[in-house]
């Protein structure tokens, strides 16, 4: 089996994995999804559980899971399970862990030429310190970092153009054209901009973005107009649920009925959702689920609108904004971006995969390589925290270490 990539793109909610393999990217499956969740439980023998193990266990026995770990890793360094003291590099290291398992039985076991991970563009050096400790842990050894937005970016300049696979969503930057990217995931915001150079990509002003903000909120707002309604219909079928198994399990059915009520909403105007102890289901129409997620979209747009700005740009100066993250397919998104830059934002078949795959495309090293650009630069790519780079060509931009 020849050389190959293996990207992972660990999510708040759910880490996406693929492989670059002579010159294609592969995405890869594991429990016959695309999308792993990110959660991470210990059984009664003390063993870390991952994905959908891991999710089914934490819906009996919230005690022993940690359903967010990406949040946990930013939160502190240590978490209780199950009465255990754990490190959170080691829950982030059993996502990780798995999904390069699971990468390479599918290569034969070969190892990977190169592993690249993506991380919010907020994160600083402490964080990301973290999640290098979480790879070596993981057996991953030294990764290539890629910040998520420019990642994003990359997928859709470089586009599928590179793998051989059509994909309608690719922006044909002319040089010096730039791309702005708008990525909404499960619990980070992020943006950038980026601008072609040649046959490369440079990162121009720093990026920006709200590392506490994602679709888990956007649930929280949810749940609570839920709670609201379901009081105001009858305040005694609300009451705080007893302790115990099934009421943890009722509530974790709840927060599903949630998440899939919310996507139901991204493609149709209205949702009834079944709410433990209450006979007749509640009618959620979108313009409702909007009204309560009004204000926290319109803040991403002012994050994302100031990030341009400090690019030195103005709407008009971009080519296009480009959408990623399971998030951004809510189309309140959309419809604010058209309203402050002008036009509709370009959108993936598939925006949760957009960070994964522009990361292998990304690649100096794998098999998919854009061009033959030198070599990237120890540093080249600002973080917060740091003073803004100005874009140079030799800032081969989406690699930093
Ligand atoms: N059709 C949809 N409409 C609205 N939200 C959606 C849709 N599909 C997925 N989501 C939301 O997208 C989020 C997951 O997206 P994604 O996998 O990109 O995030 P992540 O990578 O786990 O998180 P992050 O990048 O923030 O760390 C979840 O909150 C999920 O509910
Ligand atoms: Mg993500």
Not at 227 to 238: I, M, Q, S, T
Request: hydrophobic content about 45%; proline content about 8%.
């Amino acid at each position: 089996m020849g050389q190959w990539a293996l990207a992972i793109d660990f999510g708040t909610s759910f880490t996406t994995v693929a492989m670059s393999v002579d010159g294609r990217i592969v995405p890869l499956e594991i429990a016959n999804s695309r999308y792993l969740p990110s959660a991470v439980a210990m059984d009664a023998e003390g063993t870390l559980l991952t994905g959908p193990e891991a999710v089914q266990r934490g819906r009996h026995e919230p005690a022993s899971a940690v359903r967010l770990p990406k949040r946990a890793l930013v939160a502190g360094p240590k978490v209780r399970l199950n009465g255990r003291t754990v490190a959170t590099t080691d829950l982030v290291a059993a996502v990780l862990e798995r999904a390069a398992a699971e990468a390479r039985s599918v290569q034969g076991g070969d190892e990977p030429g190169e592993v690249v991970l993506t991380h919010p563009a907020a994160w600083g050096d402490q964080e990301l310190a973290a999640l290098r400790k979480a790879a070596a842990t993981a057996g991953l050894g030294t990764p290539r970092l890629v910040a998520e937005p420019i990642a994003a970016a990359v997928h859709y300049a470089v586009g599928c153009t590179a793998t051989g696979c059509a994909d309608a969503s690719r922006i044909d930057l002319p040089d010096g054209g730039c791309l702005a990217v708008y990525d909404l995931g499960g619990g980070t915001f992020d943006t950038a901009v980026v601008r072609r150079d040649g046959a490369g990509f440079v990162l121009v002003g720093e990026p920006g973005g709200d590392a506490s903000l994602g679709g888990e909120d956007l649930d929280e707002r949810f749940l609570e107009m839920l709670e609201a309604r379901a009081v105001d219909r009858d305040p005694a079928a609300w009451a705080e649920p007893a302790a115990g198994p099934a009421a943890q399990h009722a509530r974790a059915v709840l927060r599903r009925e949630v998440v899939d009520a919310k996507h139901v909403l991204s493609r149709l105007y209205t949702v009834d959702l079944a709410v433990p102890g209450y006979p007749a289901t509640f009618r959620v129409t979108r313009d409702e689920f909007t009204g309560i997620v009004d204000g926290d979209l319109r803040r991403s747009l002012d994050t994302l609108t100031a990030t341009v700005a400090g690019a030195g740009l103005d709407p008009a100066g971009l080519a296009a904004v480009a959408l990623a993250g399971g998030s951004s397919q809510v189309p309140r998104v959309a419809e604010l971006i058209a309203e402050h830059f002008g036009a509709l934002p370009l959108t993936a078949p598939d925006p949760k995969s957009a960070v994964v795959h522009g990361a292998l495309l990304s690649s100096t090293a794998g098999t998919a390589a854009p061009s033959a650009d030198p070599a990237p630069s120890a540093d080249p790519v600002p973080r917060r925290r740091r003073p803004p780079l100005d874009p140079d060509p030799e800032d081969w931009m989406p690699d930093i270490s």
